[in-house]
């Protein structure tokens, strides 16, 4: 039960923390500061409760250092941004012995709850590329995708009158008044929106610019429920 009140509590905090990044791309470090807060006391309880002996402490404190090592070293590269490395430096302290409750996960635990979230979440963003690239066959038809493949993974066709929000665009209008299609998706503000407006053309492709923040919370989601995926992964490929 304690397993299962610290996963929810630190899951209500996960989601306050993606719809501030959605919002305004700002999560302030108060919130990995009460989330830690109001889950360390169960996690402090536990270990002093706790049957484990002391090589599965030793151990378990050894891959909390190594995923707070291997966060930072990602942060550093520019693989994400710092509010995501907080959030999985923040998961390996609450975590360091990974949750169960009443079956859970279905699947297997991974060596460390934290990275196992991690690995999901790199796991979850090309599911939602396959998504796209469905949803758009789906739509257009198989007549658009040529000259449109890499928008059919990326992103999908949407109204200019009604832009969606948090979202990007892939074709636009620039200063010259020349209709412009980049690969590299660009944040509209009111005069992309003006311009693209005014210029008559009725639909864009856009793209939806979802923080990393939102993956991590579906990783950790998945990493409760049913395990680590790219340990499960892995082990079904070694087993063929």
């Not at 929106?193 to 005014?198: A, G, S, T, W």
Request: hydrophobic residues 55%; contains cysteine.
């Amino acid at each position: 039960m304690l397993d299962l009140l610290k996963f929810l509590i630190v899951l209500g905090f996960l989601l306050y923390a993606c719809k501030l990044d959605l919002e305004s791309r700002i999560v302030p470090n108060r919130v990995w500061k009460y989330m830690m807060l109001a889950s360390l006391p169960i996690t402090v309880y536990q270990i002093a409760t706790g049957n484990y002996l002391t090589i599965q402490y030793l151990v378990a404190g050894f891959f909390v250092l190594i995923v707070i090592a291997l966060s930072y070293a990602l942060y550093l590269i520019g693989a994400y941004g710092g509010a995501d490395a907080k959030a999985i430096m923040c998961l390996a302290v609450i975590f360091p012995f990974y949750p169960t409750f009443n079956g859970f996960p279905l699947l297997n635990k991974g060596f460390s709850f934290a990275f196992s979230t991690l690995a999901n979440s790199v796991i979850a963003a090309p599911l939602l590329l396959l998504f796209m690239f469905v949803r758009n066959l789906m739509r257009e038809g198989l007549r658009e995708l040529r000259g449109n493949a890499l928008y059919y993974f990326t992103g999908y066709k949407a109204e200019v009158k009604n832009l969606p929000k948090f979202h990007n665009l892939l074709e636009f209008v620039d200063e010259n008044g020349e209709f412009r299609r980049v690969r590299r998706a660009v944040e509209p503000d009111e005069e992309v929106i003006e311009r693209l407006r005014n210029s008559g053309v009725e639909k864009v492709w856009v793209t939806p610019a979802l923080p990393f923040l939102m993956f991590i919370t579906a990783g950790y989601v998945v990493a409760f429920i049913f395990g680590d995926l790219l340990y499960l992964l892995i082990s079904t490929i070694l087993s063929w």
